[in-house]
């Protein structure tokens, strides 16, 4: 068994702690929050000990494991402490407020040799990973341009502000939405290398942007745009999409459905000429147990597995994010 703690009861937080308290290789050791109520709750009706002092939790029930939820400016202080003590760890996203926060902790982990993890969980999602199979293939072609789109109903009136709209905790939709689809064009197709021009837009808060549009060069020398916007209140919930368009046809691809035009028979098994509709429902493993999507709950155990050694840590490391990191700077720092 792996024993893990968690750090930060909140939305993620919970969502972690109710996967990892059904996993079978996975004990519980510790949940650590600042809120009383949260707590005090915690110990009522699940079990598990609380504590509000991080640190106090971890020299105690001394975990394998840790999960870091608490928001983005903690990070870098939460992972270091644990990275120290020789803890595994897995923290949510983004990986850190500025690259120059995060370098350090990559070469932490690499010379203590602990599994990092951080929680882009698009790279579980099946369509996803059939578009990065299919590129990788090299089935499109040359790839010569891509769109890549997110969009939901985070802040949608004035004066809803949380700690994600406050730019020296959270980051603000740069930071909290846009990162999430700037990993995944990282890892489907190659990292950003060049912001050719970036606007970030205030639409309803005040500190921070509530809408991204960028003009992007990828290391492997290909264009495309990036348009993301939390003040979309025609999405129920937070949607990501990627188009690629290649010299053998084009991909349009969200976290639901596939789509796939090939313009010739030369393509893989599975597709024909003209367009091919796949489900995620058709590409995706099954899981032990389902919460809000089976990408939560692959992306810990292979984090668990990980751990164990029965799988290589190499997807969603702390090095993976930290290039993301980079990215989401450089597109700040065209804006400005």
């Known amino acids: 068994m792996i024993k893990v703690a968690l750090i930060g009861a909140g939305k993620m937080g919970i969502s972690h702690l109710a996967i990892l308290g059904a996993h079978p290789e996975v004990c519980v050791a510790g949940v650590c929050d600042t809120s009383k109520m949260v707590t005090d709750v915690l110990t009522k009706y699940s079990g598990y000990t609380c504590f509000s002092d991080y640190l106090q939790m971890v020299d105690k029930v001394k975990p394998d494991a840790v999960f ?27 990986f850190c407020l500025s690259p120059e926060e995060g370098e350090p902790l990559v070469k932490l982990a690499k010379e203590k040799n602990l599994v990092n993890q951080v929680g882009y969980h698009n790279k579980f999602i099946g369509t996803f990973n059939e578009v990065k199979k299919i590129i990788d293939g090299g089935a499109l072609g040359e790839i ?5 789109e997110s969009y939901g109903p985070v802040v949608i009136r004035k004066k809803q502000e949380t700690w994600r709209s406050d730019p020296a905790e959270g980051g603000g939709c740069l930071m909290d939405y846009a990162s999430h689809v700037v990993d995944l064009l990282n890892y489907l197709l190659s990292p950003v290398q060049e912001v050719m021009a970036s606007q970030l837009q205030p639409i309803f808060s005040k500190q921070v942007e509530d809408a991204i549009y960028a003009m992007l060069k990828l290391e492997n020398g290909v264009n495309g745009m990036l348009s993301v916007n939390w003040s979309d209140e025609t999405h129920r919930k937070m949607t990501t999409s990627v188009t690629f ?24 098994e599975g597709y024909s000429k003209g367009w091919t509709v796949k489900y995620v429902t058709d590409l995706t493993e099954q899981v032990d147990f389902y919460l809000r999507g089976e990408e939560y709950s692959a992306q810990i155990d292979y984090f668990i597995s990980a751990i164990k050694g029965t799988v290589k840590n190499n997807i969603n490391t702390f090095e993976s994010a930290w290039i993301t990191d980079k990215s989401l700077n450089l597109i700040r720092k065209k804006a400005n």
């Open 68 to 94: 870091i939820a608490v928001p983005t400016k903690a990070h870098a202080v939460f992972i270091k402490a644990m990275l120290e003590r020789g803890i595994h760890v897995f923290s949510e996203k983004p």
């Open 144 to 148: 010569h341009h891509f769109v890549a």
């Open 245 to 268: 368009y290649g010299t053998n046809g084009k991909i349009i691809s969200d976290a639901n459905e596939l789509k796939v035009y090939f313009n010739s028979d030369k393509c893989p």
